[in-house]
């Protein structure tokens, strides 16, 4: 799911800065008397509504992120939790030492793919910011 | 409501078919011409017809072998003259004015002739209606407007597709490409901003070693003077102390002091000599790294910087696409100077222009099309409804109904309620079919009209069938001109009335 997401975002965000790129050389040939002010209203005007799509596109899959972000922090929360309380366990001699090894190891490899995950959201977001 | 045609009407021909001249009086009633074959019947309804409808080509209506022909009606106390003239190139044309009911459609609707209109339709199997009720209805005007109207959107439309506006339709396109030689150049400065920072770094660095190494070479040259000035310190003190031994007793005990102060003197000039040997040479090697460094710097200072040619190449190679790129997209948006219809005009303004002058015209289109809905919708109830009121007082056996439906095709339902195409009829029952459909014509666009001709169609009837119909038009129209054939008489028409 999050590679999708991530596709698409990286996808939408490199649009976007074309788009934007694009209404600066306009800009350009516009202040150069390389394009008539119509012309410039014509191309600008569309690119505009390239940008306001991409804009919104945008603004909705970081609003999804952030959600799916404050999952897996809360999800990470969680698992540093069960750790936490099976080492307690554990001390206590309350689990067989290969129960102890075969969670642990599960809880560990989870909380690593979800931090893993979180900071890849992370860092696409502060991309964008 | 119906005008007062309750008139006589005379009607005279000259030159019209095989008519060389006739005089014929038309009665309110019913009139019918009789006359033998080829001898003139159908050119006299020709004839008459020209006056009221340009329907007939007046090529149509002239003798074959005359330049000249006419038509004269008197009726309502006016004579009508109608002239057919026969041009150099071969052509017939006609002149003069109509009779002041005329109307083009009154051929459609009021004139049964075999060869033309809805029998020869009807006859020939055919059973759309559409074209006919647009006639009548005028709702051909409606779809012609409409479809000129479309020709000139898909003419407009076909011009913004053609190569003219192909440039500029390429601009986005020619936008992205300048975009991406921006984004290039970027790109290439930056690598070149970057060369010349560390180069820079570099040369700044060894400016740096190459101070410190002075820095230490001085601090060893003083270091060097001050031994030097010590080891003359000394050598002046051994002399000054030998002088005093020169002046005291050698057996004196301050001899003894003096010669053992000339001896510590010896031994520290022999120390502060090693010593300044020592640091000569290390002040040599200072100095020969002190070289080195400095023509490490020049050598830096005079250094190509690596790369940097390669890349300000490919800058002035992209500032080169990038005028290019820029004088294209000044050219795609413009038409050319000697473009003969748009001249150095913008073209955006022209395209904008011709959009507005597309969405006006689909706007006409879309008006007329419904007004052509409406009034062809319109036609087709009240024709229906004409239909099956002549249907049902005509009384006529083995139907059950007529009427077109909405795509205006012709329908005939025998009174079993089967549905029999307009083919299989008999001659009868299509002739039947079509004077039907002429009276609900008539009766539903040309109410005022006085006339209604049947050319020669009496032949598919019985005397019966043939008078019932013709009675029952009678009481719809106040002329009814029937022709008939006969084999007795002149060979001219003649005239026989029934009121």
Redesign the interface.
């Known amino acids: 799911m999050l590679s999708s997401w991530k596709n698409t975002f990286d996808v939408v965000h490199s649009e976007l800065e ?1 788009a934007k ?2 209404k ?3 800009d ?2 516009l202040a ?1 008397n ?3 002010q ?2 410039y209203e ?2 600008v005007g ?1 690119l505009n509504e390239n940008i306001d799509d991409f804009e919104s596109h945008l603004k909705l899959l970081m609003q999804k992120m952030t959600e799916r972000a404050d999952e897996l922090e809360n999800q990470a929360e969680l698992l540093k939790l069960f750790l936490v309380s099976l080492e307690m366990r554990n001390i206590a001699k309350e689990l067989k030492q290969e129960t102890y090894d075969k969670n642990k190891q599960a809880f560990e490899l989870g909380l690593k793919a979800t931090e893993d995950e979180l900071a890849e959201i992370k860092g696409a977001i502060t991309k964008v910011i | 409501m119906q005008r007062d045609t309750r008139q006589r009407l005379v009607l005279d021909l000259k030159n019209v078919g095989p008519l060389k001249q006739i005089q014929l009086e038309i009665k309110p009633g019913i009139n019918i011409i009789r006359a033998p074959n080829a001898s003139g019947k159908t050119s006299l309804i020709r004839g008459f017809t020209s006056m009221f409808s340009d329907q007939v080509p007046p090529a149509h209506i002239l003798a074959l072998d005359e330049v000249q022909g006419r038509v004269t009606v008197q009726y309502g106390g006016k004579s009508y003259v109608k002239s057919f003239r026969r041009t150099p190139s071969g052509s017939v044309v006609a002149s003069g004015p109509m009779l002041p009911f005329a109307d083009h459609r009154a051929f459609d609707a009021c004139v049964a002739m075999a060869e033309t209109g809805v029998v020869h339709k009807i006859t020939g199997g055919g059973s759309i209606f559409r074209e006919y009720l647009e006639n009548l209805s005028y709702g051909k005007y409606y779809s012609t407007v409409s479809s000129v109207a479309q020709e000139i959107v898909n003419e407009l439309s076909r011009e913004l597709a053609s190569q003219r506006f192909e440039r500029f339709e390429s ?2 396109l020619l ?2 490409e ?2 991406n030689l ?2 290039r150049r970027e790109q290439a400065e930056a690598r070149i901003a970057g060369l010349r920072s560390s180069h820079e770094s570099e040369v700044q660095d060894a400016t740096k070693k190459k101070g410190d190494k002075k820095a230490e070479l001085t601090r060893q040259e003083a270091m060097l003077s001050e031994l030097r000035k010590e080891l003359n310190n000394e050598k002046e003190k051994e002399q000054q102390l030998k002088s005093f031994l020169e002046l005291t007793d050698d057996s004196a005990k301050v001899a003894a002091q003096i010669k053992n102060g000339i001896s510590d003197s010896k031994r520290r000039q022999e120390k502060t000599q090693k010593e300044l040997s020592k640091e000569s040479r290390r002040l040599a090697g200072i100095k020969a790294e002190f070289e080195k460094l400095e023509r490490q710097y020049q050598d830096k200072l005079s250094e190509k910087v690596k790369g940097l040619n390669t890349l300000e190449t490919e800058l002035q190679r992209l500032n080169k696409a990038i005028i290019l790129k ?2 294209a ?2 050219q795609a ?1 413009k038409f050319p100077e000697d473009d003969p219809k748009y001249g150095g005009q ?4 022209v395209r ?1 222009e011709t959009m507005r002058k597309i969405e006006w015209l689909n706007k006409v289109n879309e008006y007329f099309q419904e007004k052509y809905m409406r009034r062809m919708t319109s036609a087709k109830i009240r024709f229906n409804r004409n239909i099956n009121r002549a249907f049902r007082e005509l009384e006529l056996k083995g139907f059950e109904n007529v009427f077109l439906d909405q795509n205006f095709g012709l329908h005939v339902v025998r009174e079993n309620g089967v549905r029999q195409p307009i083919e299989t009829l008999s001659a009868s029952e299509k002739l039947t079919v079509s004077l039907i459909l002429m009276l609900a014509a008539k009766e539903t666009f040309l109410p005022d009209f006085p006339f209604f001709i049947l050319d020669e169609l009496t032949l598919s009837y019985d005397p019966s069938r043939f008078k019932h119909v013709v009675n029952y038009v009678r009481q719809r129209v106040p002329y009814v001109i029937v022709t008939s054939l006969t084999s007795e008489g002149t060979g001219k028409p003649t005239v026989t009335y029934e009121v």
């Open positions: 074309l790129r694009k600066q050389a306009l350009e040939l150069k390389r394009m008539s119509p012309t014509h191309l569309s | 601009l986005p936008v992205t300048l975009t921006y984004l820029e004088e997209i000044q948006e913008l073209v955006v303004e904008k």
